[in-house]
């Protein structure tokens, strides 16, 4: 079951199973709601629910005829897209969530968003580095000449550079009083260059923001927070594009292989199969590269695993979210290019792929049972079968 999902659009539809009791708690389909009837009722059985359960067989076949919403809902049924709004805005305001529902891009489905909390809280924005001058001096000007949200602080960890330039530039960006410079000394962890970064941090709110990332839209750190204040929410990831404008994170999906980014590689124009790289949604795991937690919840989790010095920290930080029943939200609405792996490399020598293979067997040992029973978050009928990435598609039979 996915709430955000559902927020969306109504991707449960019509043939749903709703036990008596829950029917009788909630009542019948609502006349205001005529055209999203049932996407109104799966909203108001989902809010008292003790469990609600996916079977994942084709049981039924949707018939498209004249004027159904099957053959294409902007000419037959334009109303329902606004039965819809009416549906999600009630939805939320019976779980007292403030936030404004309008279209998303395509008729159907619905933009949420959430507000920021009334006193507008600190969010520290934490960006290891080492040298790469030129990508890092991107990635802040990027965050300071685009954000529109001003309770922000920048908290560059430096790691073991050499160059001159580096800490000069170090200097001279301070001037700004949002931006200061903290010091992690010894080898590369990621893992404890975050820990040591949140730390030094003052926000209530941390984005965990790679170096190589350029920031594309404006009110992206209004976008993030307000999902990351609600009570359910423990992390939210976005949308990141590789410099050709190809898509390079649309979420994590757990894989054979530990794990996958979804709609890898797609153009930046390709909504996706259903348009599940547009539609924001709650998944498994996101990448930090650009992630937003609440400080509280990084506390209770302890931080970053730090025996993961490179690879999957992110997918465990989030499983162990998921642990503890919060929700990790990934969000279309915000964009960033990652011009991915500039300031460390790649896994090329002996030594990196040792290490690699060692970060595998952690994960296949902490999160063994997640492995065994496959990501909740995707259907067992699609194929996940490309390289390094999922499309979620239909599997192609001959």
């Known amino acids: 079951f996915n709430l955000d999902l559902l927020r969306n659009n109504n991707y449960i539809c019509h043939m749903l199973t709703v036990r008596r009791g829950v029917l009788d708690q909630v009542g019948l389909l609502d006349p205001a709601c005529d055209g999203a009837q049932d996407h109104d009722l799966t909203l108001r059985v989902s809010e008292c629910a003790r469990h609600i359960h996916h079977v994942p067989k084709i049981l039924y076949h949707w018939r498209v005829s004249a004027g159904s919403t099957a ?41 949420v968003r959430y507000r920021v909390p009334e006193d507008e809280p600190l969010v520290s924005i934490v960006i290891p580095n080492k040298d790469s001058l030129s990508v890092l001096r991107q990635c802040v000007d990027s965050i300071l000449d685009k954000s529109t949200y001003d309770a922000y602080e920048i908290v560059i960890v430096e790691n073991n550079s050499t160059e001159v330039e580096t800490f000069a530039y170090y200097e001279e960006v301070a001037k700004d009083a949002r931006v200061r410079c903290v010091f992690f000394d010894g080898p590369f962890n990621f893992s404890k260059i975050i820990n040591q970064g949140v730390e030094a941090a003052k926000g209530e709110y941390c984005i965990l923001l790679n170096n190589d990332t350029e920031v594309i839209t404006p009110d992206w750190i209004e976008t993030m927070l307000g999902l ?7 992390a939210v990831g976005v949308k990141l594009y590789y410099p050709d404008d190809t898509i390079q994170h649309a979420g994590i999906g757990i894989a054979p292989s530990v794990a996958a980014c979804l709609h890898q590689s797609l153009p930046r124009s390709d909504a996706g199969y259903f348009a599940l790289n547009d539609a924001q949604q709650d998944l498994s795991a996101v990448t930090a ?25 992110d997918l465990d930080y989030c499983l162990k979210l998921r642990e503890l029943d919060y929700l990790v939200v990934y969000t279309p609405e915000v964009e960033l290019y990652h011009y991915e792996s500039l300031s460390r490399g790649s896994e090329d020598t002996a030594e990196k792929v040792t290490r690699f293979l060692r970060e595998i067997a952690y994960m296949n040992d902490r999160w063994a049972e997640y492995y065994a029973s496959g990501d909740p978050y995707l259907n067992i009928n699609l194929s996940r079968s490309e390289p390094g990435s999922y499309y979620f598609r239909l599997p192609h039979k001959d």
């Open 71 to 111: 053959g294409g809902i902007e000419d037959s049924k334009p109303y329902a897209t606004l039965a819809g709004i009416r549906a999600v805005e009630n939805h939320l305001s019976r779980l007292g969530l403030s936030a404004t529902v309008d279209q998303a891009r395509r008729p159907a489905t619905y933009r």
């Open 289 to 313: 590269a650009c992630m937003m937690t609440k400080r509280s919840a990084f506390e209770q989790v302890g931080g970053m695993t730090e025996d993961l010095a490179v690879a999957f920290n």
């Open 228 to 234: 990351c204040a609600r009570q359910d929410v423990g």
